[in-house]
């Protein structure tokens, strides 16, 4: 285990559908570099992971955004899935807890469908940022700049295109989050 994070706290935003490995392999590579990570969602339970379009399994949230404050957290990760983040984008309390990070300069770490957050945050104006390919013409509607690339970086938003690009997402998040 590596100290690299030094138990800063590490919020995950996350509802039902997401894509199941852009929720784990983050997790555990955050967790492994020294962090405390803490899954948020839009009320408490479990919610229910996806293998694509296939049920996964079901996680246990730590808190509802309710109880969740931005203020006690260093960073966001938004894992991608098409269901997830295109339901927390019509939640007034997701969206402002994603905005409120970009507004407090933490660095906040979004993959594939992840971004659509970000949007509806109206945080990606004059910024450059990668996603799943099939959302980039909402970036560039919001004023941002999009990149096929594996993993990008712009004023702390760290985004990545899909599962294939994980390796790299996590390994530039956990930089990133170290900075912060």
């Not at 309710?66 to 957290?73: C, F, G, L, V, W």
């Not at 300069?105 to 799943?132: M, N, Q, Y």
């Amino acid at each position: 285990m590596s100290d690299q994070l030094n138990g800063k706290k590490i919020a995950f935003l996350a509802t039902d559908g997401f894509e199941q490995v852009e929720l784990t392999q983050p997790w555990e590579a955050i967790k492994s570099a020294g962090a405390t990570v803490e899954l948020v969602s839009l009320e408490s339970g479990k919610i229910q992971g996806f293998n694509h379009l296939d049920k996964a399994d079901e996680f246990a949230v730590d808190k509802t955004l309710t109880e969740a404050n931005p203020s006690d957290y260093a960073a966001l990760v938004l894992p991608g899935g098409v269901a997830n983040p295109d339901t927390l984008r019509t939640h007034s309390a997701a969206v402002n807890f994603v905005k409120a990070f970009v507004e407090q300069s933490k660095p906040v770490a979004a993959i594939c469908h992840g971004p659509w957050t970000l949007v509806e945050a109206d945080v990606v104006k004059g910024r450059t940022l990668t996603s799943f390919p099939s959302i980039q013409t909402d970036i560039r509607n919001a004023g941002g700049t999009w990149v096929d690339e594996t993993v990008h970086v712009d004023q702390g938003l760290i985004t990545s295109r899909n599962p294939d690009d994980l390796d790299a997402f996590c390994s530039t998040a956990i930089e990133e989050f170290a900075k912060a």
